[in-house]
């Protein structure tokens, strides 16, 4: 009787553990809805920037996925299909935001590597 007790409580724990599913803290999440879209703003409006910096001026044609993650700021993540000119590249995009740091210029760093390029990255 004592073994069925702690055979049920566990699988009840386990029942409960699983039917909601969370990440762990820090981990990436990935994006939808009004949060997806806000990030797509944020990635356009970074690579408008990235261009005005001598940067390349690519244009996204399309986000493949999207997340964010919190690590002393902002990181987030792109898998993307952008254009540079003529050229279409998937490329990931890495824009990592510490809104403390504006007074210093260092509040946001981008990175984007397309496949067979330089990684191209910027801080401001």
Known sequence: MQSAKV???LSLTLAVAFANPRLPPGAP???DGEDLSKAKELLNTTLA???TADGPNYQVLNVISA???LVAG???KFEV???NGSETKECTVKIWDRPWLHEK???T???VQCKDDALVEKTW
Request: aromatic fraction near 4%.
């Open 81 to 83: 299909e952008l254009s």
């Open 67 to 69: 997340s964010s993650q």
């Open 7 to 9: 055979i049920f409580v």
């Open 109 to 111: 760093n981008v990175k």
């Open 49 to 51: 920037q990235l261009a």
């Open 29 to 31: 999440k990935p994006l």
């Open 105 to 107: 210029g260092e509040a």
């Open 74 to 76: 902002t990181l987030h």
